[in-house]
């Protein structure tokens, strides 16, 4: 028997992983001074579940320009954290692509002994009290 499952119990997702851009981020002024390379992955719930989008590219999130957004967003200042980085991301991702839902993940290549260090921020859109 097919259970139906309604958008209070879960949420489609839109995915990207493994976002390459190149950033200044750092403490140190020697490490903010130049730019590393980080991957970013991103979680987003769009206004809409997926059998409502109609197959029209307007009626969901565009992958593609989230990608070059965050690019920008990452290029148009240096940062000493990469805690403030995730946060602006996420903001703009509820604010101008009007997720419902968004999750920044940030991996940074500095530390010889790790594989990564990272972060990882979660924020959902306020809604207004009926």
Not at 99 to 107: E, G, K, N, W
Request: glycine share 4%; charged share 30%.
């Amino acid at each position: 028997m097919l259970k139906v499952v309604h958008m209070s119990d879960a949420e489609d997702e839109i995915l990207i992983q493994g976002l390459e851009m190149w950033c200044q981020v750092g403490v140190p002024d020697e490490e903010l001074a130049v730019a590393q390379k980080l991957l970013v992955d991103v979680t987003m719930v769009a206004s809409k579940p997926f059998q409502m989008l109609g197959d029209e590219i307007a009626a969901t999130i565009d992958y593609a320009a989230v990608c070059l957004r965050l690019a920008e967003i990452a290029k148009a200042k240096p940062r000493r954290l990469i805690e403030t980085l995730a946060s602006d991301m996420v903001e703009v991702l509820l604010d101008e692509f009007r997720a419902q839902a968004a999750t920044v993940q940030i991996r940074k290549f500095i530390l010889e002994q790790t594989e990564y260090v990272g972060v990882r921020c979660h924020r959902k859109r306020e809604t207004a009290a009926p």
